[in-house]
C-alpha cells in the first residue's frame, strides 16, 4: 500500500443529457442543440484523462475515522464509510487544456464558455465514475465490494482534508494536479475522493448519487 | 575540469530513482523524503555511494521538494547542506574512478502559476532562487532542474538559477503519453524557452519509460543544439502479490537508453523505479559507443506556451493589429485599461490565421510598462500564439520578456549604440528572436547595400554578447515610395541580399510602402508577393485585409509550398460571395428587418444581429433601435428565463447577439455619446479563479446600460476597493464560489464600507444564499445573472 498508481483513460462516452443538466437546460432549443454540438467538436481531443491513486488501510474509533494518512471526524464520512476496512484514495483530472478554452471563449462567448464549462463537469464524472468501477470489479473478483465515492466539500467532510490527500498521492508530480491556497484545485475540472472498501455488501444503503447530502436546494440535485 | 567541458567529448551518466529506494527504506505515505538527509544520513548517503559505484559522473541532491512552500528558512538551510554533505561524503567514500560531481537537485514547487493557479510568477522565482543560493553556498557543481510538467515554472526555475549563481544548468521536463507537458507546451517550444534563456542541457525525465519516451527524445535532438539529457523512468509501476514493480528490466531499459546515445543523447540517467542495478547496465554497455557530435542547427525559433514557430521555407504571418497607431476605438481602450478589447483582437487575428501577434501598447499618456506587461500575461491566458513584444522602452520590453511564456519575438533594435546596449543584454538574459532594424546613428541608408552593411554591424555586436545569428532577423524597412520612387525596389534589393549574402531572415513591415497613395491595398499586396518571391520569411501585416492574404495564400500555392493547393481552396472557400449579399438587401424591406432584429436576438444568432442592425441603422435612429428592438428582445428572452421557460445557454445566446448589436450602433455613435447607466465594479475575490458566472453577469449588466468594469479573478480586496474609490462607483458586485473564499469576500466588503460606505454591495456564487450575504455584510444577494440586472437597474432608479 505504499505506491500511488496511475490509470490512463480512454475517453467514455459523452453523455448529452448530463452535459445539458450542467449547462442548466432541461429542454434544449434547437439552437442550444447547435451550441452543444459545436462545443462538443471543439472539445473533441481537448482531454486527457488521468487517475492516480493509492489503498490505505481504515479504522474506526470514538466518532474519528482514521484513514492512516488523516484523521477526521466528519459524521457524514463516517457513516459512508462505515463497515470498510481499506480506502481507495484517488485524484482525477481531465487536465488544463479546458480551462484555457473556457477563459478564451468567456472573452468572445460567454454562451459557449458556459457549454464548454458543462462538458468539462460531465467528462470528469465519467471519468471517475470509469475508474469507480474498475476499482468495484477488481475488489468484486476478491470477493470484497465497495461504498459510493465520497470527497472533501461533500457533507461535513472539510476542505482541509485536500492538504493530506496531495501530500500522499503526489498528485502535481504524478497527473499534474495542483492545490491552491484556498484548496481550489487547477485544472479545475479534477476530483479528489475516497471510495470505502467492504467486505459485506451494504443493501441497506441505497446508492443514489446525491442522497448524501445536506443541501437540499442544489440546483444540480438527482431526485431519483 | 568543469561539466561542460567534459560533456564535449564524453557521455556523462547521471544517477537513478531515490523515492522509490526511501520508500523500501520506510519511508512513510506523506513523510518528507527531503527531511531524511539530517534524520537518515547514513541511508542516503549510501544510495549515493551505490549511484557513484555503480558508474554515474553526477548524483543529484535529495533536495527535489526543498523549497520555502513546505520548509521554514532555518530547516531548508540545515536540509540542503546536510543534503550536499551527504553526496559529497558518497563520492569519497565510493570506490568508482570516474569524474565526479554533484547536482543540487530542484524539483517542482507543486502549485499552479497564474493564471491558471494562484502562484505568482515572481513568487515562483523568488521561491527557487532561495534554494539554489543555498545550494551555491553548499558548493554544489551544478544544479538540475527536473521533472517540470509545466514551462512557465520551468522559466521561473531557470530564471532564478541563472540570476543567483554561475553554475552549469540542466534542465529537464516531464512529459505525459501524448508527448507534451502537462500545460501543452511541446518539446520544441521547450527546446526554444530553455536555449535562448541559456541552459547548459536539456531532456526528458520521469512520467514513462525510455520506449514512450523516445519520440519525445527524437525530437529534441532534432531541434537542440545543446547536449540533450534523458531520465527515463523504469516504466509503470504495477502491483504484484501485494509488491509494487515496475515494468520495465534493466536490461531492456539499457538497451532503449543506449539506442538514445546512438541517436545523439548526451547524459543519461534514470528516474521512479530505476536502481544502482539499472545504471551499472547502462554504464557496462553504453561505454562503448561513441558520443554523437552536439551541432549547432541554426534553427531560427520562437514559441509560447504550447509550440513553437519555426522560420523554414514557409513565410510566417504577424498580426499588426494590437497597435494603437492610428486607432481611435485602440486608444481608448488603453485609456480605459479595457484588456478585453486588446485580447479580442488576439483572438480574432488568430483566427484569420497568423502565426505571431505583434503586441505594441505604447501611448504617450499610459504606463506602458504595466500595460505592457498585464497585455502579455492576459493574452498568453487566451492566445496560445507566441507574442512579438514590441516596445521602444527597455524597461517594459524586459517587464514584458520576464513574464512572456516562451521565446518571443523582440521588436526591436537597430543600429544605433544606445539601442544595442539597451536591447542585447535583454535578449541575452531572457532568450528571444529580435527584429533588428537596418538603420542607425545617420538614419535609413537610401540603398540596399548601406542597408546590409549596418545589418553586419549588428551581427557582429550581437556576436560579442554571444547572440548567434539565427536569433537575428532583419527588416530592412519599407519606405513609402510616393516620397521616392526607388525605395521599394531598394528594400527588396536588401531582403535579397540578406538572405543570401548574409544567409539571415528578413522581416517587413509592409504597409508603410503605400503611404500617401490612394487604394493602399492593392499596392500593399503586390509589394507583399514581390517581398515574399524575393526571399521575405515574415511579414507584420493587417490579417483582416482579404488583398494581403489573397497574395500570401496565392504565393505559397504559386511556390510549390502548398501541397495540392489545400491551403488556398481552403482560404478561398473563406472569402464573401458578393453577389448573394446583393440579392438578400434588394428583397427585404426596412421594417421587416425590424422583427427580424428581434426575432434574430432570441434565436440568439450574432452575425445576423450584427448585420442586420446595419442595415437598420440606415433608415433608423440608433436609440430607437436600442429602445424598439434591442431591449424588447432582450425582456422576451430574460422573462422567459426567469419564468423557467428559457435556460441560461439560450439567454447567454441571446445576450451575445444583442451585444453584437450594441456593437454596431456604438460604432456609429459619435464618441462623445456616454449612453451608459452608471459605473458598477465586478470581480471574483481573492483566492478564487472561477468566473464563468462573474462573466455571464458582466455581459447581461453591459446588455442593460451598465458600464461594467470587469477587474477579473482572484482580485484582492485593495485592488476592488481602489477601483471603486476612484470611479466613485455606486455598485459593486462580488462572486466567489467557494467556501474557502467566502472569508475573502467579507473581508471585500469589510474594506468597502469602511473606504467606499456609498456603494452598494451586490454577492453572487454557488456557496451563497440570502442568509449567509446578509451575514457576510453585503446588501443584496442575486441568484443569477438576471437577478443582478433587476437590483442594479432598482440602485440606479433610486439613484436618480
Not at chain 1, 479528489?192 to 472498501?197: D, E, F, Q, R
Not at chain 2, 542607425?440 to 540603398?447: L, Q, S, V
Request: hydrophobic share 40%; with cysteine.
Amino acid at each position: 500500500m505504499n505506491t500511488v498508481f496511475l490509470k490512463s483513460f480512454a475517453p467514455p462516452p459523452v453523455d448529452r443529457l448530463e452535459v445539458l443538466r450542467y449547462a442548466g437546460v432541461k429542454e434544449p432549443s434547437p439552437e442550444t442543440e447547435a451550441l452543444l454540438d459545436d462545443s462538443l467538436q471543439e472539445a473533441e481531443g481537448v482531454f486527457s484523462y488521468a487517475v492516480c491513486y493509492r489503498e490505505f488501510p481504515v479504522s474506526f474509533c470514538d466518532g474519528v475515522c482514521d484513514l492512516s494518512f488523516a484523521k477526521t471526524e466528519s459524521k457524514d464520512l463516517f457513516k459512508n464509510l462505515s463497515g470498510s476496512t481499506s480506502v481507495v484514495l484517488f485524484a482525477a483530472t481531465v487536465g488544463i487544456t479546458l480551462d484555457r478554452l473556457v477563459s478564451r471563449y468567456s472573452k468572445i462567448s460567454p454562451a459557449r464558455a458556459l457549454m464548454l464549462n458543462a462538458i468539462g463537469a460531465e467528462r470528469i464524472e465519467s471519468l471517475c465514475n470509469a475508474f469507480n468501477q474498475e476499482i468495484t470489479k477488481e475488489k468484486k473478483a476478491l470477493g470484497l465490494f465497495t461504498t459510493p465515492r465520497f470527497s472533501p466539500g461533500y457533507g461535513d467532510l472539510p476542505l482541509a482534508l485536500q492538504k493530506d490527500i496531495f501530500a500522499v498521492l503526489d498528485c502535481p508530480r504524478k497527473i499534474g494536479l495542483t492545490l491552491n491556497e484556498s484548496l481550489i484545485m487547477s485544472p479545475t475540472k479534477s476530483v479528489t475522493a475516497l471510495i470505502g472498501v467492504t467486505p459485506c455488501d451494504r443493501k441497506n444503503t441505497k446508492d443514489r448519487p446525491c442522497s448524501g447530502c445536506s443541501k437540499a436546494d442544489c440546483a444540480f440535485r438527482r431526485t431519483i | 575540469m568543469n561539466i561542460t567541458e567534459y560533456l564535449q567529448n564524453n557521455l556523462v551518466y547521471l544517477d537513478g530513482g531515490m523515492g522509490t529506494l526511501l520508500q523500501e527504506q520506510g519511508l512513510m505515505p506523506g513523510e518528507l523524503p527531503e527531511r531524511w538527509n539530517l534524520s537518515h544520513p547514513d541511508v542516503i548517503t549510501k544510495i549515493h555511494r551505490d549511484y557513484y559505484d555503480a558508474g554515474s559522473n553526477v548524483v543529484s541532491t535529495n533536495t527535489f521538494g526543498a523549497n520555502l512552500l513546505k520548509f521554514s528558512h532555518e530547516e531548508l538551510k540545515n536540509i540542503i547542506k546536510a543534503a550536499v554533505e551527504n553526496a559529497r561524503r558518497a563520492a569519497e567514500e565510493s570506490a568508482g574512478t570516474q569524474k565526479k560531481w554533484v547536482a543540487l537537485d530542484i524539483g517542482p514547487s507543486g502549485r499552479m502559476l497564474a493564471p491558471y493557479g494562484d502562484f505568482d510568477f515572481e513568487d515562483a522565482v523568488s521561491l527557487f532562487a532561495e534554494t539554489v543560493k543555498l545550494g551555491v553556498l553548499c558548493g554544489v557543481d551544478l544544479i538540475l532542474i527536473e521533472t517540470m510538467n509545466d514551462s512557465y515554472e520551468t522559466k521561473a526555475a531557470l530564471l532564478a538559477a541563472k540570476e543567483n549563481s554561475n553554475l552549469p544548468v540542466f534542465v529537464s521536463n516531464a512529459y505525459g503519453s501524448d508527448g507534451k507537458l502537462m500545460t501543452g507546451a511541446s518539446p520544441a517550444a521547450m527546446v526554444s524557452l530553455l536555449e535562448g534563456m541559456g541552459a547548459d542541457a536539456i531532456g526528458v525525465n520521469c512520467s514513462l519509460g525510455p520506449k514512450a519516451l523516445s519520440p519525445i527524445v527524437e525530437e529534441y535532438l532534432k531541434y537542440s543544439s545543446l547536449p540533450v539529457l534523458v531520465k527515463p523512468n523504469a516504466g509503470l509501476p504495477k502491483a504484484v502479490d501485494g509488491k509494487t514493480i515496475y515494468d520495465v528490466s534493466a536490461e531492456e531499459f539499457t538497451d532503449e537508453v543506449c539506442d538514445m546515445i546512438k541517436a545523439g543523447v548526451r547524459i543519461c540517467g534514470g528516474c521512479c523505479g530505476t536502481t544502482p542495478d539499472y545504471i551499472a547496465s547502462l554504464c557496462r554497455l553504453s561505454g562503448g559507443i561513441m558520443p554523437r557530435p552536439i551541432l549547432e542547427k541554426e534553427l531560427t525559433m520562437v514559441s509560447s506556451y504550447t509550440h513553437a514557430v519555426v522560420f523554414h521555407q514557409t513565410p510566417v504571418l504577424i498580426g499588426e493589429r494590437i497597435n494603437p497607431t492610428g486607432k481611435k476605438r485602440f486608444k481608448e481602450a488603453l485609456k480605459k485599461n479595457e484588456i478585453d478589447y486588446i485580447l479580442k483582437e488576439g483572438i480574432a487575428q488568430q483566427e484569420k490565421g497568423v502565426d505571431i501577434l505583434d503586441v505594441n501598447v505604447g501611448l504617450p499618456e499610459i504606463d506602458e510598462v504595466f500595460m505592457l506587461k498585464t497585455a502579455v500575461c492576459q493574452l498568453q491566458a487566451v492566445v496560445d500564439l507566441p507574442l512579438q513584444i514590441d516596445t521602444a522602452d527597455p524597461v517594459a520590453m524586459e517587464a514584458a520578456l520576464r513574464r512572456y511564456n516562451g521565446k518571443a519575438m523582440i521588436n526591436s533594435v537597430n543600429g544605433k549604440k544606445e539601442s544595442m546596449d539597451a536591447v542585447f543584454p535583454l535578449v541575452k538574459k531572457y532568450g528571444g528572436l529580435v527584429v533588428a532594424l537596418t538603420l542607425d546613428e545617420n538614419g535609413i541608408p537610401d540603398t540596399a547595400n548601406e542597408r546590409v552593411m549596418i545589418a553586419e554591424r549588428i551581427l557582429a555586436e550581437a556576436a560579442k554578447y554571444g547572440i548567434s545569428k539565427k536569433n537575428l532577423i532583419f527588416d530592412p524597412l519599407a519606405l513609402t515610395i510616393s516620397a521616392d520612387d526607388k525605395s521599394g525596389r531598394e528594400t527588396l534589393k536588401a531582403v535579397r541580399m540578406i538572405k543570401t549574402l548574409l544567409e539571415c531572415h528578413t522581416s517587413l513591415g509592409v504597409s508603410n510602402v503605400s503611404f500617401g497613395l490612394p487604394r493602399r491595398d492593392i499596392i500593399n499586396s503586390t509589394f507583399f508577393a514581390l517581398a515574399l518571391q524575393n526571399g521575405l520569411s515574415a511579414a507584420i501585416m493587417n490579417p483582416y485585409s482579404d488583398d494581403m492574404l489573397k497574395s500570401y495564400y496565392a504565393f505559397l500555392a504559386l511556390s510549390g509550398q502548398d501541397k495540392n493547393c489545400s491551403r488556398f481552396i481552403e482560404f478561398a472557400e473563406t472569402l464573401p460571395q458578393p453577389e448573394s449579399v446583393a440579392v438578400q438587401k434588394t428583397k427585404k424591406t426596412e421594417a421587416e428587418y425590424a422583427s427580424e432584429l428581434q426575432k434574430n436576438i432570441i434565436k440568439g444568432l450574432k452575425d445576423a444581429s450584427g448585420a442586420l442592425t446595419k442595415v437598420l441603422l440606415k433608415s433608423e435612429n440608433p436609440l430607437d433601435i436600442i429602445q424598439n428592438e434591442i431591449i424588447p428582445a432582450l425582456d422576451i428572452v430574460g422573462k422567459g428565463y426567469e419564468e423557467k421557460k428559457v435556460y441560461l445557454p439560450q439567454l447567454l445566446m441571446s445576450a451575445e447577439a444583442a451585444k453584437a448589436a450594441f456593437e454596431v450602433i456604438k460604432e456609429s455613435m459619435p464618441e462623445s455619446t456616454d449612453a451608459n447607466k452608471c459605473t458598477f465594479v465586478l470581480a471574483t475575490v481573492q483566492g478564487d479563479i472561477h468566473d464563468i458566472g462573474k462573466n455571464i453577469v458582466k455581459l447581461l449588466l453591459e446588455n442593460y446600460g451598465f458600464a461594467v468594469i470587469d477587474l477579473g479573478r482572484d482580485v484582492p480586496p485593495e485592488v476592488i476597493v481602489s477601483e471603486v474609490e476612484k470611479q466613485h462607483a455606486p455598485i459593486a458586485g462580488l462572486s466567489a464560489l467557494m467556501t474557502t473564499t467566502v472569508p475573502a469576500m467579507e473581508e471585500t466588503i469589510k474594506h468597502l464600507r469602511n473606504k467606499t460606505p456609498w456603494c452598494k454591495i451586490i454577492v453572487g456564487g454557488a456557496v451563497l444564499n440570502p442568509e449567509y450575504a446578509q451575514a457576510i455584510g453585503a446588501d443584496f444577494y442575486a441568484k443569477d445573472g438576471m437577478e443582478a440586472v433587476r437590483i442594479a437597474d432598482n440602485i440606479y432608479q433610486e439613484l436618480n
